[in-house]
């Protein structure tokens, strides 16, 4: 069974633009969450999508965005980048059959802020 | 305090010994409990996950969960260079969640 994919694998964008970030999750799979990794801060959730609704929700500001599709993949995406938005940005896939269900990364969009 | 907490090392080992990577967490309701490796530059991969008391094993790992005490474990025997990464930690809390919290991880180090 063909792992999560995270399209694009790098970025490089200047502060003030818009980024999309976008999440193929496992066959079957219809929960995909987002997380935000530096070396500062760590895993930091983003945002879970369940059925093209967002169901939870971290503290990260209102220029975080996310969607889901009927197909389960996902798009996340940041307006007015900041430079402190430099960072890894994984998502993980899960079945969420259950509160223990295993979440399953996918590669990572590496985004550079300039 | 931090809901999950791990000792950031590194913990370095020789290589053959047992690495002991432990954890800690702050919701005596937690139900699921995750070992996720991940190695520099890389994206986290999950190793093993454990949800009763006791020890669970696969292969060279094995989780070990106590939940009176609030803490769980991951040991890896026999010890390779190639386990070098950071290891972390996540925890469910149950109750309605379906995300874990993840603690900082643990690097490891294993020397020839």
């Known amino acids: 069974k063909a792992g999560v994919t995270q399209t694009p694998r790098y970025l490089i964008k200047t502060r003030g633009q818009q980024v999309t970030l976008s999440c193929s999750p496992i066959?079957?799979?219809?929960?995909v969450s987002w997380y935000q990794q530096t070396p500062g801060q760590g895993l930091q959730f983003l945002f879970e999508?369940?059925?093209?609704?967002?169901?939870n929700k971290g503290n990260f500001p209102g220029r975080f965005s996310g969607r889901q599709f009927s197909n389960s993949r996902s798009e996340m995406n940041v307006s007015t980048l900041e430079l402190g938005d430099s960072a890894l940005y994984l998502c993980?896939?899960?079945?969420?059959?259950?509160?223990?269900?295993?979440?399953?990364f996918g590669p990572g969009t590496r985004l550079t802020v300039l | 305090q931090k809901e999950v907490e791990q000792n950031s090392g590194p913990l370095s080992v020789p290589e053959g010994a047992i690495a002991s990577l432990n954890c800690t967490y702050s919701?005596?309701?937690?139900?699921?409990f995750f070992w996720y490796r991940q190695y520099s530059g890389k994206s986290p991969e999950l190793i093993m996950s454990?949800?009763?008391?006791g020890d669970k094993e696969d292969g060279r790992f094995t989780a070990q969960l106590n939940k009176a005490s609030q803490y769980v474990s991951l040991l890896i025997r026999d010890s390779q260079p190639s386990d070098s990464a950071t290891y972390l930690c996540?925890?469910?809390?149950?109750?309605?969640?379906?995300?874990?919290?993840f603690g900082r991880g643990t690097s490891l180090i294993v020397h020839p």
């Open positions: 993980a896939s899960s079945t969420r059959l259950a509160e223990g269900s295993e979440q399953f």
């Open positions: 066959s079957g799979h219809r929960s």
């Open positions: 999508y369940f059925s093209e609704t967002q169901r």
């Open positions: 919701d005596r309701g937690s139900q699921s």
């Open positions: 454990i949800y009763s008391n």
């Open positions: 996540a925890v469910n809390r149950g109750g309605g969640s379906y995300i874990p919290t």
